[in-house]
């Protein structure tokens, strides 16, 4: 079963500039999650999407962030303008629906590492 | 809102020795899960073990076990046997039970950096 991808794998921008995360779920998982983990940290969930509607987009920095999975399958997350404290590494996670007692298929990717200069 | 603690920021054993990593976590909420997560330098987060709150029998996976203490809300994993492969990051991860359906977002602690001595 392929996993989660994500693309790019690096990306390196200068302040302000704008930057976009392309995530591909595993197949048949109707949710997709984005997290930040900035160094040294936990990953924090940014946004949850269940099919192409969003279920939770409460910590997502509204300002400078936007997200959206089109079809719902694939997913794009872009920053404009970046900041500085932007820089972390950005997590794409999908889940089944159902399966409760099978952790739902709960599914990372690698991640993007993004360094804002 | 859930919060997740891990107060040890890093650890060292030699191979072959039990460790134990600590977590605590804070909520309202009655029914929930909760996990261990390993994240490699590859940055992929890997699903260790996980436990349901309204089971009592503490989750076991081959080396890996839990000890759930509900009314404390404490959540430690035991590594038996360790080995130079576990060498990572160590996430305890909180979950709400959805009530509509599917998984909700996790949230995580800062971790614990393992390190696993020849």
């Known amino acids: 079963e392929a996993g989660v991808a994500q693309s790019p794998r690096y990306k390196i921008i200068e302040k302000r500039q704008s930057v976009a995360f392309w995530c591909n779920p595993i197949?048949?998982?109707?949710?997709l999650y984005w997290y930040q983990q900035i160094l040294g940290q936990g990953p924090k969930l940014l946004i949850q999407?269940?099919?192409?509607?969003?279920?939770?987009d409460s910590q997502l920095p509204k300002d400078r962030f936007s997200a959206e999975r089109l079809k719902g399958v694939d997913s794009t997350l872009k920053i404009q303008p970046a900041k500085l404290e932007d820089s972390a590494v950005y997590l794409c996670?999908?889940?089944?629906?159902?399966?409760?007692?099978?952790?739902?298929?709960?599914?990372f990717g690698s991640g993007t590492r993004l360094t804002v200069v | 809102a859930q919060t997740v603690t891990q107060s040890q920021p890093e650890m060292s054993v030699q191979e072959a020795e039990t460790v134990t990593l600590s977590c605590t976590y804070d909520?309202?909420?009655?029914?929930?899960?909760l996990f261990w997560y390993k994240q490699p330098p590859s940055r992929q987060m890997i699903l260790v073990i996980r436990q349901e709150a309204y089971k009592q029998q503490n989750a076991t996976e081959n080396r890996f076990s839990v000890n759930f203490q509900k009314a404390a809300k404490s959540f430690s994993l035991k590594i038996s046997d360790s080995q130079l492969g576990d060498t990572a990051m160590y996430f305890c991860?909180?979950?709400?039970?959805?009530?509509?359906?599917?998984?909700?977002?996790?949230?995580f602690g800062k971790g614990t950096h393992l390190i696993i001595q020849p």
């Open positions: 909520t309202s909420e009655s029914n929930y899960y």
């Open positions: 999407f269940q099919n192409n509607g969003v279920v939770d």
């Open positions: 996670a999908s889940s089944l629906v159902t399966a409760p007692s099978a952790n739902y298929g709960y599914t």
């Open positions: 197949s048949g998982h109707a949710t």
């Open positions: 991860a909180f979950m709400k039970r959805g009530s509509g359906g599917g998984a909700d977002g996790l949230t």
